[in-house]
């Protein structure tokens, strides 16, 4: 039964950023489609049915996350509020407030150095990239990223992917009696956020090339904000990472309406 509760909350949480992300994808995959030909397009399954398969693969990674999590996080001295809060009915954590200031902090720091990155990589960068960087997001895109980035990532690549990798680790190696090693949360931290900058390759492929430059990019942007959101697990929660990707693509669009004003 916990682990039913356990998994019910994630999931929820989950499911609401893959179905905002499945719908702000539409733009992207009529675009994609109208660049084939008509006889590679009839081959191709109707949009519907595109994006219901995007969104069931997607709930089948997240429910997989969920799961590995489940197994793996109290295991190796990792949490979730909500799980602690609405599961085990702990107390609240004496240093929640110490621990949204560095959420936000995290967040705001990240935000100006991807955006001081991207500027100085830009002239690097292919024009359709560039181009798509400037695009004034819409509101339904800033929201999709704070959803699905925000959260779904976030049990994806922390409560999933980095849980596991402390877990094995910790078994292998054998660092530590009671709970890891610093260093084998260290690795799984930077290991996670590589991986993380490894999965936002295909949505690039979509727009252009995978030169090095763009690979680079994508690793470096990605990755820095990876071991921001990981140390934060590991510091303090799942929702301490949570908060701080939403605060990400929220300063950062915050920043970018600055600029433009600005320039």
């Given at each position: 039964m916990?682990?039913?509760?356990?998994?019910?909350?994630l999931?929820?949480?989950?499911?609401?950023?893959?179905?905002?992300?499945t719908?702000?994808?539409?733009?992207?995959?009529e675009?994609q489609l109208?660049?084939?030909?008509?006889?590679?397009?009839?081959?191709?399954?109707?949009l519907?049915?595109?994006?219901?398969?995007?969104?069931?693969?997607l709930?089948?990674?997240?429910?997989?996350?969920?799961?590995?999590?489940?197994?793996?996080?109290?295991?190796?001295?990792?949490?979730?509020?909500?799980?602690?809060?609405?599961?085990?009915?702990?107390?609240k954590?004496?240093?929640?407030a110490?621990?949204m200031?560095?959420?936000?902090?995290v967040?705001?720091a990240?935000?100006?150095?991807?955006?001081?990155?991207?500027?100085?990589m830009?002239?690097?960068?292919p024009e359709?990239?560039?181009?798509?960087?400037?695009?004034?997001?819409?509101g339904?895109?800033?929201l999709?990223?704070?959803?699905?980035?925000?959260?779904?990532?976030?049990i994806?690549?922390?409560w999933?992917?980095?849980?596991?990798?402390?877990?094995?680790?910790?078994?292998?190696?054998?660092?530590?009696?009671?709970?890891p090693?610093?260093?084998?949360?260290?690795?799984?931290?930077?290991?996670?956020a590589?991986?993380?900058?490894?999965?936002h390759?295909?949505?690039?492929?979509?727009?252009?090339p995978?030169?090095?430059?763009?690979?680079?990019?994508?690793?470096?942007?990605?990755?820095?904000?990876?071991?921001?959101?990981?140390?934060?697990?590991?510091?303090?929660s799942?929702?301490?990472?949570?908060?701080?990707?939403?605060s990400?693509?929220?300063?950062?669009?915050?920043?970018?309406?600055?600029?433009?004003?600005?320039?």
């Amino acid at each position: 039964m916990l682990i039913l509760k356990q998994f019910g909350i994630l999931f929820v949480l989950g499911t609401v950023g893959i179905v905002m992300f499945t719908i702000a994808s539409i733009p992207l995959i009529e675009q994609q489609l109208a660049k084939l030909s008509p006889e590679a397009l009839a081959k191709v399954p109707p949009l519907g049915i595109l994006m219901l398969l995007q969104g069931l693969q997607l709930t089948a990674l997240l429910a997989i996350s969920i799961l590995v999590g489940i197994g793996c996080a109290y295991r190796v001295g990792l949490n979730s509020h909500l799980l602690d809060h609405w599961v085990f009915h702990t107390t609240k954590s004496p240093s929640f407030a110490v621990e949204m200031k560095w959420s936000l902090g995290v967040g705001a720091a990240a935000a100006i150095v991807l955006l001081l990155l991207d500027r100085l990589m830009q002239p690097a960068l292919p024009e359709a990239l560039r181009a798509a960087n400037n695009t004034e997001p819409s509101g339904l895109n800033l929201l999709t990223a704070m959803f699905y980035g925000g959260i779904t990532e976030e049990i994806l690549m922390r409560w999933g992917l980095m849980s596991l990798l402390v877990w094995i680790a910790w078994k292998v190696f054998k660092q530590g009696v009671t709970l890891p090693s610093q260093g084998i949360y260290q690795g799984a931290i930077v290991l996670a956020a590589l991986v993380f900058g490894l999965l936002h390759l295909p949505a690039t492929a979509a727009i252009v090339p995978l030169t090095p430059v763009v690979i680079i990019r994508a690793l470096l942007l990605n990755g820095i904000a990876g071991i921001g959101f990981g140390w934060l697990f590991w510091q303090y929660s799942l929702e301490a990472a949570m908060l701080a990707h939403i605060s990400v693509h929220a300063f950062t669009f915050v920043l970018n309406g600055l600029l433009a004003k600005l320039v």
